[in-house]
């Protein structure tokens, strides 16, 4: 299980009541590498993966193709490079 730890942002919505929900984290380099590691490990193993944080945790067991979107944003005062990952389930 992938705990994701940090300072708690933005949310929306609920983890339980079936509705799209939404959580940002801030934390250190050292903290996100740590998190991505795990959750590579459990892509990797083929099965179930989990995340939690304070008062949730939720779950898929992802099928294949996963996707990975890759933005940028480019402006003179300031560049953002954003990796959206997305695991389906499928019933």
């Known amino acids: 299980m ?6 708690l942002g933005k949310s929306k919505g ?3 009541s079936g509705e ?11 903290e996100v590498a740590s998190t991505l590691r795990i959750l590579a490990d459990e892509i990797e193993g083929e099965g179930r993966v989990e995340a939690s944080s304070e008062g949730w945790a939720l779950a898929v067991s992802p ?4 996707k990975l979107e890759v933005q ?6 300031r560049r953002e490079l954003e990796f959206q990952l997305k ?4 019933p």
């Open 72 to 77: 940028y944003k480019h402006d003179p005062a």
């Open 2 to 7: 992938v705990g994701i730890n940090g300072r």
């Open 63 to 66: 099928v294949e193709p996963i």
């Open 14 to 16: 609920s983890p339980t």
């Open 20 to 30: 799209k929900f939404e959580q940002e984290f801030y934390m250190t380099a050292g």
């Open 87 to 90: 695991l389906k389930e499928n």
